[in-house]
């Protein structure tokens, strides 16, 4: 069956999400989730007071790629240079900056779909 096509042949799962995201438009923000943080590369904002702002900064950012946002007390805003695995985290908002292609769509590739595997 499709379903059982989609499940043995992660290639194909990858693609069709890639579809997806350029059919569909640009799902880059996933909530309750954090990407990896490393601390050789990534940069740490204190008071950055909303996941959009956030967002922002990374745009504003030339080597950012993704960001997470934690809703703290002292609202925690990581920008990322890689695009790393994501871990459950109930305060925290993950997003990727959408490469867009001619203005239209996302680009079909992996750095802008967010997949979490449990």
């Known amino acids: 069956t499709f379903q059982t096509m989609i499940a043995s042949n992660s290639f194909l799962l990858l693609f ?3 579809f997806l995201q350029m059919s569909e438009g640009c799902e880059t923000q996933v909530d309750r989730y954090a990407f990896d943080y490393d601390i050789s590369s990534d940069t740490v904002l204190l008071g950055v007071s909303s ?3 956030c967002g922002e ?5 030339s080597g950012c790629l993704a960001y997470t946002w934690q809703n703290s007390d002292i609202d925690l805003c990581i920008l990322l240079e890689d695009i790393r ?3 459950y985290s109930d305060d925290c908002t993950s997003g990727t900056i959408p ?3 001619e203005n239209k769509a ?3 590739d992996f750095y802008n779909i967010l997949d979490i595997r449990v």
């Open 51 to 53: 996941f959009q702002k």
């Open 99 to 101: 490469l867009i292609l």
């Open 85 to 87: 695995p994501l871990h």
């Open 57 to 61: 900064e990374c745009e504003n950012n």
């Open 106 to 108: 996302c680009r079909g």
């Open 16 to 18: 069709f999400c890639a």
